[in-house]
């Protein structure tokens, strides 16, 4: 009933595994046939799986992403073509598949190949009645219809206690399997053979029961967890430099724009080169203190009529003024100084 065969590996009972590893931070997802997952468990570590991967906690949910409009496209060709009549759109949409299957995110690849599956099954064995069909395929795409990150994030603001006290009837529809590994832990695996929503519940379950939250970075857009809600949290000492940085660029950028900004920047350098010769040169301590306290003196009263500038913004041209003749004070109280 299909001519096109897309490069979508044929299986007979596909699932989804997911452990999750509390004290490391990582989670360990794999997508194969049910008895190599089996047998991978039981420590034969050559076996291969169509998909696995180990990354840090937390990534999974937000490959929940949303693709309702696709999926929804894909299905409508494969259940024309059950019935006998062939879109003229089917190419285009098992190419589409095809596009879903090879993708980074193993909640997509297992969407797919759950579709493809199905489909080849129902082809094998079904009636040209494509309604039982339609209700797999409604349970398989259900976890991408809607946006679980969205949900998620409302759900903790909602009830920092108990997040979970929102889900709605789709999400406990279905059930989930555990298998243990043959490990000195007896590490458990959370598997589906059809949704993914119970994935995602009990992935939240051991999430909040660690007392952690889901976040999403602020830098890289991912998602990951943390003991901390409601501030701006960073997935990796990595993140929060490059943010560092971002926001320093961000305020050059500004900074150039104001003129007074600028002056002060140049004005502050031009103090703190003085400042900076004259703690490296071995100073008596109470000339010293005079310079030190002079510096501390400009820099207070230099953001005090900042801060006055917010406010009244006729103030700037006084302040590029102020500064310039600060520019002398310091070469002033050097020259009393005799330095
Ligand atoms: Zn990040």
């Not at 929804?72 to 190419?91: E, F, H, K, Q, W």
């Not at 100073?283 to 900042?306: H, N, Q």
């Amino acid at each position: 009933m299909f001519s096109t065969d897309p490069g979508i590996q044929t299986t007979e009972n596909c699932v989804f595994a997911v452990l999750l590893d509390m004290r490391k931070k990582t989670e360990n997802i794999l997508i194969g046939e049910l008895k190599d997952i089996k047998r991978r468990l039981d420590g034969f570590s050559d076996v291969k799986l169509l998909y696995e991967k180990t990354r840090d906690l937390g990534r999974l949910i937000m490959d929940f992403t949303p693709i309702a409009e696709d999926l929804t496209n894909i299905r409508a060709v494969l259940l024309d073509s059950v019935t006998g009549s062939r879109s003229p759109y089917y190419d285009r949409e098992i190419g589409n598949l095809e596009r879903l299957y090879s993708s980074d995110n193993p909640i997509h690849r297992f969407t797919a190949l759950l579709m493809w599956q199905e489909y080849q099954r129902y082809c094998l064995f079904g009636t040209k009645d494509s309604g039982a069909l339609f209700d797999v395929f409604d349970d398989i795409t259900l976890a991408l219809r809607f946006n679980l990150i969205d949900n998620v994030k409302n759900w903790q603001e909602q009830n920092r206690k108990s997040p979970l006290a929102y889900l709605d009837n789709d999400f406990r529809k279905y059930p989930i399997l555990l298998y243990y590994g043959s490990d000195k832990n007896a590490s458990e695996y959370a598997v589906t053979d059809k949704s993914l929503l119970p994935i995602a519940v009990y992935y939240l379950k051991q999430v909040y029961g660690s007392g952690r939250y889901i976040q999403t970075c602020p830098a890289c857009g991912n998602s990951f967890v943390a003991k901390t809600i409601g501030m701006t949290t960073f997935c990796s000492d990595k993140c929060r430099r490059v943010q560092g940085k971002e926001s320093k660029r961000r305020f050059d950028e500004r900074a150039r724009e104001i003129p007074y900004e600028r002056a002060y920047k140049n004005t502050y350098m031009y103090w703190y080169n003085k400042v900076k010769k004259c703690r490296d040169m071995d100073l008596p301590p109470y000339k010293m203190d005079k310079i030190e306290t002079a510096f501390t003196t400009f820099s207070k009263e230099s953001s005090k009529r900042k801060k006055a500038i917010r406010k009244d913004k006729d103030l700037a041209s006084e302040y590029e003024t102020w500064l310039l003749v600060q520019r002398d004070a310091i070469d002033d109280l050097l020259g009393k100084l005799k330095i």
